[in-house]
């Protein structure tokens, strides 16, 4: 049987390092601000949709449009079935690597769930099963979101956009997600459960979406993540600020 070492290692050259917060480095997605910001303009508008936003958003790998990490998130997902068997494993294993290796940078926390989709899918999320992939993280995984009455879309968070869907009050709840391109799901997904009670420290999603091609902050960013190599020694947490 494939373990996580062997869905991951083969594939180190697709990820790419996240670079800590730093001068053109938002600070809440790692994404890419524009020239004297420390916030992307993503952030500073979804920020201000809901009532209880998160600060700590932590992607694992940064994920170039149509690049390899890309079309696996996409894939994954929405592809044929023979993609979807195969690269489900992959993201199982990228996520579980990643969170036995640094979740402890994330804060404490006893419970997982995924945001799920706001509109035009229906039963569970695909990262639901993903996650049922691994024993340990199935085991704390609960799905407790279901879509609102005002689903998110791109750039539009609601406090609406998702209803609780059993008791999380003080449950510390890790929020995962697959693809982060805007944050309004995170947003909204993260305000849901912190105004059910719950405590969420972190968001952890597995590709922050980047075009390079976008505008200059943008190639800047993908430029200075390509400065180092990806390693699941390090994160965008623990690692030392580059220089």
Known sequence: MATVYDLTEPYLATFTPVPPVAEGVCDICHGAPGPGWSRCWSCTQTLQQVSRPITRVIPITLCERMGPMHTLLRKYKDGPAELRCRFQPRVAALLARFLQQHGRCLGAWDTITSVPSGRGRGG??????????????????????????????????????FVVTANVRDRQVLLIDDTFTSGAGVQSAASALRMAGAIVPAAVVIGRYIDPDFNQPSRELWNLAHERSFSFERCCLCDAPWS
């Open 124 to 161: 569970a999320h695909p990262l639901v099963s993903v996650v049922g992939m691994v024993s340990d993280l199935a085991k704390l995984h609960r799905d407790v979101l279901r879509a609102g009455p005002h689903p998110p879309s791109h750039l539009a968070g609601s406090d609406q956009g």
